[in-house]
């Protein structure tokens, strides 16, 4: 199976702030990687797919880049509403979907 | 609007069977993919079960392949996960979720979760 390592686990930023947050998948997945943001009790929401297509409705300070088996996450500029937790998602075919272990992004 | 309640979760022995509900409303039922996500503090986001917008394919983590059945009935607009042998690590919330990007294997919405406990 594909395995997501995230990185970093967490993460402290100011609003303003330009972050990174990577995803390493355990063999290529050409682009089939998915980001979510999710909020304390709250489901996850999803921001990304197909790598870097941001999804209807999604803030466009967000971005997401990469192919094969190196992708990010990067907010351009952090605003209040941005501070939870980020999950990647592979969805490659030739495996079960697997998430990263989650980045807590903290003020 | 779209919707998605989960229902079902309990606190059940290990060894035992339960089911979970998630009923759909605000979309054409029968035009999409539906999963059931689980999340543990521990171990974070784990996709559990899928199943196609016809209900004529079924996917499954290895983790459940066996125990857990996945299922829909379009007249109900419901999606069922039923879980057999349970286990200590199949405690979790359970989130209902709707395939839509990436065909259907990227999920753009959630239910509100339904807590499973599986403990003596």
């Known amino acids: 199976d594909i395995q997501m390592t995230q990185s970093p686990s967490a993460l402290s930023a100011s609003v303003g702030d330009r972050v990174t947050i990577t995803c390493r998948a355990s063999?290529?997945?050409?682009?089939?990687v998915a980001w979510y943001q999710q909020k304390v009790g709250k489901a996850p929401e999803v921001l990304i797919y197909?790598?870097?297509s941001l999804v209807d409705g999604a803030p466009a300070r967000f971005a997401g880049s990469g192919f094969g088996t190196e992708f990010t996450l990067t907010i351009s500029s952090l605003q209040p509403d941005d501070f939870a937790t980020y999950y990647c998602?592979?969805?490659?075919?030739?495996?079960?979907?697997?998430f990263g272990q989650g980045t807590k992004l903290e003020i | 609007e779209v919707q998605l309640l989960d229902s079902g979760g309990d606190l059940v022995q290990p060894g035992e069977s339960l089911r979970l509900s998630c009923a759909a409303s605000g979309f054409p039922f029968d035009s999409y993919a539906m999963h059931w996500v689980r999340q543990t503090p521990g171990k974070g986001l784990e996709w559990v079960a899928g199943i196609s917008s016809r209900g004529d394919s079924t996917y499954y983590a290895d983790s459940v392949k066996g125990r857990f059945t996945i299922s829909r009935d379009s007249l109900r607009r419901t999606v069922f996960l039923q879980m057999s042998s349970l286990r200590g690590e199949d405690t979790a919330l359970y989130y209902c979720?709707?395939?839509?990007?990436?065909?259907?294997?990227?999920?753009?919405?959630w239910g509100q979760g339904s807590l499973v406990t599986v403990s003596s």
């Open positions: 979720a709707r395939g839509y990007y990436g065909s259907g294997k990227v999920f753009d919405y």
């Open positions: 998602q592979q969805y490659d075919n030739s495996s079960p979907y697997s």
């Open positions: 197909k790598a870097s």
């Open positions: 063999r290529s997945i050409r682009d089939w």
